[in-house]
């Protein structure tokens, strides 16, 4: 079995709340993360009168945007502690037309990762890569979807026996 994969460690959660409900005639649109995310590192790297908030927000990495305004942030341990400060002395500025509801550490999520076999069933490979061709518009025939096989899963060697003998049927 695979080993567990650490996701989102050493990451700060912000749940955020817009100030405005968004229009309900669809002209408005819901920001995207990485929207947010930049209007958030760029209001607080603005912060000039505060230098160690400034820097730890240019030091931010996105991690990620979940539904319900949840930003997810990455950074050094040290940087963290500051916005984790600014947040305690209520200094962290929000990204515009919103509001920070709260600010928390992001325990790791574990993955436990699901094994593959090293082999693919030879008929997955064959109509995957006829239906590839196809989406293409190449003309598949036995020399093109050898040429594209061998391309595409280029550790097998023995790709023309394999269409040699799926013709044959």
């Given at each position: 079995?695979?080993?567990?994969?650490?996701?989102?460690?050493?990451?700060?959660?912000?749940?955020?709340?817009?100030?405005?409900?968004?229009?309900a005639a669809g002209v408005?649109?819901?920001?995207?993360?990485?929207?947010?995310?930049?209007?958030?590192?760029?209001?607080?790297a603005r912060c000039f009168?505060?230098?160690?908030?400034?820097?730890?927000?240019?030091?931010?990495?996105?991690?990620?945007?979940?539904?319900?305004?949840?930003?997810?942030?990455?950074?050094?341990?040290?940087?963290?502690?500051?916005?984790?400060?600014?947040?305690?002395?209520?200094?962290?500025?929000?990204?515009?037309?919103?509001?920070?509801?709260?600010?928390?550490?992001?325990?790791?999520?574990?993955?436990?990762?699901?094994?593959?076999?090293?082999?693919?069933?030879?008929?997955?490979?064959?109509?995957?890569?006829?239906?590839?061709?196809?989406?293409?518009?190449?003309?598949?025939?036995?020399?093109?979807?050898?040429?594209?096989?061998?391309?595409?899963?280029?550790?097998?060697?023995?790709?023309?026996?394999?269409?040699?003998?799926?013709w044959m049927v």
């Amino acid at each position: 079995m695979a080993r567990p994969v650490q996701l989102a460690p050493g990451s700060l959660a912000l749940v955020l709340s817009r100030l405005e409900a968004p229009k309900a005639a669809g002209v408005a649109e819901e920001p995207g993360g990485h929207a947010v995310f930049r209007a958030f590192r760029r209001a607080n790297a603005r912060c000039f009168w505060n230098s160690r908030l400034a820097r730890a927000a240019s030091r931010l990495a996105f991690q990620g945007w979940l539904r319900r305004g949840v930003l997810l942030v990455h950074a050094p341990p040290a940087s963290l502690q500051v916005l984790r400060d600014a947040w305690g002395r209520r200094a962290l500025r929000p990204p515009r037309g919103f509001r920070i509801r709260a600010v928390g550490d992001v325990f790791p999520v574990q993955m436990n990762p699901i094994a593959q076999s090293q082999f693919i069933p030879l008929a997955e490979v064959l109509c995957g890569a006829i239906s590839d061709m196809n989406a293409a518009q190449t003309v598949v025939t036995q020399e093109s979807l050898l040429e594209h096989l061998m391309k595409h899963y280029p550790g097998h060697r023995a790709w023309h026996l394999v269409i040699q003998s799926f013709w044959m049927v």
